[in-house]
């Protein structure tokens, strides 16, 4: 068997055998359509059936094909098929992957991830180069210079979005008022995250805080801001924030929930992890609103989950992205890896956020559709305002 099959071969079968442990679960093996107790069969008969094709392919399409470009495609498309952050990387770009420098990066100021087979903004950094081109959530990066994003795993798509600071990079983007994609070219910048926000409102008995990033630093600094302003309502902005590690949303959460189950962790072969609050950790008592919307991520998503899950506070706005897993790197023999997602987020209803998101309890703001159909900007921010009302009636 040539080398690619034997690598086509490896890597399916590494994705069949992590199905079936769902398909266990489920007592049936979905799409594969074998039942528990008969799913080895089923996988080693898919393998086969992926193998004919290939060879099909080679001998009897119309021109000789290039079969590492057909091999990497179907590769790209297995694990994709999966999840938006399982990827396969080609011994090129798990080199790069891996010698990518951890600090000093340029960048052009968004979060990225993967919807309908092409890369989506999922939120921009205020006065960050992407900000200045006017990219919004919700826009399609449909190209990277001349290759479609459907091509391309997202760990290659955060990749060659970054770079040195002062190159350029080229994208198509389709915004979804325009027919047609705009190109662009944006220089990287070394891209400074927002400082916390903070203000107060209704004669200084609400407190406003705005993280933008869910890191340990900036947990803290919500903490400090919490223990100086003690009674205080709180308006907790997490509108358009991404970063940090999923722990540090959860320990953000515990500021103000005390009790119960704040999120859990849970994959095929992952050691299911609950999480639950410590009532030491609580800062504050005080009435609590969140504000969420699209670009809501990962971290910043299950502390939505978990103050709207306890009923702590009133979770106000759009429903979130959806992201939160857990990846795993496995090296493949000829160079090549596997980003393969072993366990997701759930919150403490046990739905999981990367699947179903975060949805207010409070639903304020124009769906996708309606924003599409009407153009005219909103000049009052209304979640903010909704927000405030509901604080307003309620007692510290």
Avoid: C
């Avoid at 960050?128 to 290659?156: C, K, M, N």
């Avoid at 008995?205 to 709180?234: F, H, M, Q």
């Avoid at 969140?290 to 990962?298: A, D, E, I, K, S």
């Amino acid at each position: 068997m040539s080398r690619f099959f034997q690598r086509l071969m490896f890597v399916l079968g590494a994705a069949v055998f992590a199905a079936l442990g769902l398909g266990f679960a489920l007592g049936e093996f979905g799409w594969f359509g074998v039942h528990a107790g008969g799913e080895q069969d089923g996988a080693y008969n898919q393998i086969h059936v992926y193998q004919q094709v290939l060879r099909r392919i080679q001998s009897d399409y119309v021109t000789e094909p290039n079969m590492q470009t057909v091999t990497t495609g179907a590769l790209h498309g297995l694990l994709e098929s999966l999840d938006a952050d399982s990827s396969y990387l080609t011994p090129t770009e798990y080199k790069i992957w891996k010698e990518r420098p951890s600090s000093g990066v340029a960048q052009i100021g968004i979060t990225v991830s993967k919807r309908y087979g092409y890369a989506t903004v999922v939120n921009v950094l205020p006065g960050s180069p992407a900000d200045h081109e006017h990219i919004a959530d919700g826009d399609v990066i449909e190209a990277i210079g001349d290759t479609s994003t459907r091509e391309l795993s997202l760990a290659v798509i955060r990749l060659m979005l970054d770079g040195k600071a002062g190159s350029t990079v080229n994208l198509t983007v389709v915004k979804p008022r325009k027919a047609d994609p705009d190109k662009l070219t944006i220089a990287r910048a070394i891209v400074s995250t927002p400082d916390l926000s903070q203000q107060e409102y209704e004669n200084s008995t609400v407190l406003y805080l705005k993280p933008a990033v869910i890191t340990k630093a900036r947990v803290d600094e919500v903490a400090a801001k919490l223990k100086a302003n003690k009674g205080k309502k709180i308006v907790l902005d997490l509108r358009d924030a991404s970063g940090g590690e999923e722990e540090e949303g959860i320990r953000l959460a515990n500021l103000f929930v005390g009790q119960g189950t704040l999120a859990m962790l849970e994959g095929q072969r992952f050691p299911k992890q609950t999480f639950a609050a410590d009532p030491a950790k609580v800062l504050t008592t005080a009435p609590l609103a969140v504000l969420v919307n699209r670009g809501t991520y990962g971290a910043a998503e299950l502390t939505a989950s978990a103050i709207e899950a306890a009923k702590r506070g009133d979770v106000v706005g759009e429903r979130t992205f959806g992201e939160g897993s857990v990846q795993k790197t496995i090296d493949l023999p000829d160079g090549a890896a596997l980003l393969l997602t072993i366990a997701k987020y759930e919150g403490p209803d046990g739905k999981k956020i990367q699947d179903e998101a975060v949805n207010p309890n409070v639903q304020v703001g124009k769906t996708p559709d309606e924003e599409i159909e009407d153009e005219t900007p909103d000049k009052n921010d209304q979640p903010l305002d909704k927000a405030l009302s509901i604080l307003k009636s309620k007692n510290s």
